[in-house]
């Protein structure tokens, strides 16, 4: 189980930090990831982590975002700073097993940026 946390409504220029209790994952076995979707457009990678460490950012995150986890709770976080208008979207946790690809999502939570 997936639960996110952390989204609210900030401006341009300022922080957030999310979580995700990831319930259940063997980090050790699982691409843990922050995904994040505007309505009309498909939902695209932010970061990705493997066991506790970031393994792959979106160039237009690259520098004010980061990725970590904290494997004895079993936590990923995503730092967010110097934040854009542009990074207003629903941020989704997701983990998909790194063999067999198959994981889940969480619900998400909103992330608002104002100019």
């Known amino acids: 189980q997936l639960v996110e946390s952390g989204g609210g409504l900030v401006q341009s220029g300022g922080s957030l930090r999310l979580s995700c209790a990831a319930s259940?994952?063997?980090?050790?076995?699982?691409?843990m990831g922050w995904y994040r979707q505007v309505p009309g457009n498909q939902r695209e990678v932010v970061a990705l982590?493997?066991?506790?460490?970031?393994?792959k950012y979106a160039d237009s995150v690259k520098g004010r975002f980061t990725i970590s986890a904290d494997t004895t709770k079993n936590m990923v976080y995503l730092e967010m700073h110097d934040l854009k208008p542009d990074d207003t979207a629903v941020y989704y946790c997701?983990?998909?097993?790194?063999?067999?690809?198959?994981?889940?999502w969480g619900r998400g939570t909103q992330v608002t940026v104002s100019v």
């Open positions: 997701n983990a998909k097993h790194f063999l067999t690809e198959v994981g889940g």
């Open positions: 259940g994952v063997a980090f050790n076995a699982y691409i």
């Open positions: 982590s493997f066991n506790g460490r970031p393994t």
